[in-house]
């Protein structure tokens, strides 16, 4: 029996809402699906932070161990295309990583702005009221919205040269062909001798890459869990929480880790009103996917998306790349055909 979902025009009566509307388009969809950037209200932040914590989770420890030990050897790679940038950082979180990248950068004087964008107001808050305290001399303005309307919106208060950091394999959030996509369009936000620190998990045993989504403590089950409380409390659901589990799988072919929520029985959910939604026993709502890729595939997605890669730094176990990448000249991109 095929899943289905009915409407009443008293939920599109509502004043225009993104959050409803990408919900709704979700849960109507042949593979029901829900998008990741929603997961991150307060709590959603809060939780995230303890799955970062959690023993399982490798990506975070072996990310902060590079911008620990190698941020000086970044910005000298840096320094051979600018002497002096704006700081950028897309997805921004909580900052704890890029802190070491922004501390050296304040000390060498090679940068003394940084513009952090984020989708949740609270974290923006939070940086911009206790990154001064850390780092004096370091002026902060953050920005809350999507990255590409954010960086509209950045261009009306940096002009200069930058660096633009996307850590945390957050570019694993999306479908190769989609983070692809999304460097091409980055690429058309920057100019010539801008640069790019990006993270990639790199692919490695499977038993460790699943282990970290699906932490023994149950807390990324909680994280995908907290986003039907939030569809609850914003769009007055009521999803049953005890009718669905979570369920990860990694693919070592694909390299692609993807989260479900797996409803446990035949069941209707309401929301916005009067829109009902069915979910047959068994069916699943796609939640996200963590993409992991080799060094080749790497590259080339900085060349098939405009950028020349410049240099790569690994942790000790070789477990996740920060590459950095630059937009060439038009005369080097000539000379490379």
Not at 243 to 249: A, G, N, S, T
Request: glycine share 8%.
């Amino acid at each position: 029996m095929k899943s289905t979902i009915a409407q009443d025009k008293t939920c599109m009566s509502v004043p225009d809402n993104h959050f409803r509307r990408d919900v709704i388009r979700g849960l109507s969809a042949r593979q029901k699906y829900l998008e990741p950037k929603y997961f991150y209200d307060a709590t959603g932040d809060r939780l995230f932070q303890q799955i970062m914590e959690s023993p399982e989770y490798y990506l975070t420890n072996a990310e902060l161990e590079i911008l620990q030990r190698q941020s000086n050897a970044i910005l000298g790679s840096c320094l051979q295309y600018q002497r002096r940038f704006d700081i950028v950082e897309l997805g921004a979180g909580d900052a704890s990583k890029s802190l070491f990248l922004l501390e050296q950068a304040l000390q060498r004087g090679i940068s003394n702005h940084y513009y952090p964008i984020d989708i949740s107001g609270n974290v923006i808050g939070q940086l911009e009221q206790n990154i001064p305290g850390k780092l004096p001399g370091l002026a902060v303005k953050g920005f809350t919205g999507e990255y590409f309307h954010m960086l509209d919106e950045l261009a009306r208060y940096s002009q200069g040269p930058k660096l633009v950091l996307f850590l945390g394999a957050t570019i694993g959030n999306m479908q190769p062909e989609e983070a692809l996509h999304f460097c091409r369009e980055l690429h058309t936000y920057l100019n010539e001798g801008d640069l790019l620190l990006i993270g990639f998990d790199l692919k490695k045993d499977p038993s460790v890459i699943l282990d970290a989504y699906n932490d023994a403590a149950g807390i990324t089950r909680e994280f995908n869990l907290n986003l039907l409380r939030r569809i609850n409390r914003e769009l007055e659901g009521n999803f049953d929480l005890e009718k669905f589990r979570h369920y990860p799988v990694y693919d070592p072919g694909t390299g692609a880790c993807k989260s479900y929520l797996i409803s446990t029985e035949a069941q209707k959910v309401t929301l916005c009103g009067d829109t009902e939604i069915s979910f047959d026993k068994d069916e699943a709502i796609y939640m996200e996917v963590s993409q992991k890729y080799d060094m080749r595939q790497i590259e080339q997605m900085a060349r098939k998306s405009g950028f020349a890669p410049v240099q790569h730094f690994y942790d000790r176990e070789k477990r996740f790349v920060d590459t950095l990448w630059t937009v060439p000249s038009l005369k080097t991109v000539l000379g490379n055909h």
